[in-house]
T-cell receptor, first 113, second 116 residues
Framework: AQSVTQLDSHVSVSEGTPVLLRCNYS??????LFWYVQHPNKGLQLLLK??????LVKGINGFEAEFKKSETSFHLTKPSAHMSDAAEYFC???????????FGGGTRVLVKP | DSGVTQTPKHLITATGQRVTLRCSPR?????VYWYQQSLDQGLQFLIQ???????AKGNILERFSAQQFPDLHSELNLSSLELGDSALYFC???????????????FGPGTRLTVL
């Protein structure tokens, strides 16, 4: 069975400083991994995805994530936070059979001016 | 805008009632997925349909059922509603829903269900 652990339920950063959201996964297969963002009262938007190509994945809005198999991690980073980055972020692993997504518990990001 | 539409946006009903949530996938997508987001359970996969056939099942209660129609839209039926069924229900779609697990799922805006 697959699982995802997001190590921080809340992260607070100042505008213009780096953002790091930590994610560890467990999967029996070579996983596909995703980061989604959910702004208040909105649906989920895909930020980026890893599917066994390059281990450093670039996404939208300046986000990127690095897949580290030895550490079973897929941390999300952004060099400079913007006020519009305030949202909840979900790390997600996809089961090879059936494309079923398993979500982490989410990390809520607060950006201070 | 993901291209996935869900109706209604909000639904308020009473315990014991039955409701139907509707989802239209992105143009060209054959797979539809349903998810439930609640404060205590987080985001959970309920069920997947591919081209009209049930493909995968998750933590879906027996009181809940879904179907996908020939035009590929999907409906999620929730019956004998309980207070604990109050949640945000998301629909997502993907092109195929392959066994490789690499398909990207695009999410609709959700239907917020409140059971009183």
């Amino acid at each position: 069975a697959q699982s995802v652990t997001q190590l921080d339920s809340h992260v607070s950063v100042s505008e213009g400083t780096p953002v790091l959201l930590r994610c560890n996964y467990s999967s029996s297969y070579s996983p596909s991994l995703f980061w989604y963002v959910q702004h208040p009262n909105k649906g989920l938007q895909l930020l980026l995805k890893y599917t066994s190509a390059a281990t450093l994945v670039k996404g939208i809005n300046g986000f990127e994530a690095e897949f580290k198999k030895s550490e079973t991690s897929f941390h999300l980073t952004k060099p400079s936070a913007h006020m519009s980055d305030a949202a909840e972020y979900f790390c997600v692993v996809s089961e090879a059979a059936g494309n079923k997504l398993t979500f982490g518990g989410g990390t809520r990001v607060l950006v201070k001016p | 805008d993901s291209g996935v539409t869900q109706t209604p946006k909000h639904l308020i009903t009473a315990t014991g009632q039955r409701v139907t949530l509707r989802c239209s996938p992105r143009s060209g997508d054959l797979s539809v997925y349903w998810y439930q987001q609640s404060l205590d359970q987080g985001l959970q996969f309920l069920i997947q349909y591919y081209n009209g056939e049930e493909r995968a099942k998750g933590n879906i209660l027996e009181r809940f059922s879904a179907q996908q129609f020939p035009d590929l839209h999907s409906e999620l039926n929730l019956s004998s509603l309980e207070l604990g069924d109050s949640a945000l229900y998301f629909c997502a779609s993907s092109v195929v829903g392959t066994s490789s697990g690499t398909d990207t799922q695009y999410f609709g805006p959700g239907t917020r269900l409140t059971v009183l």
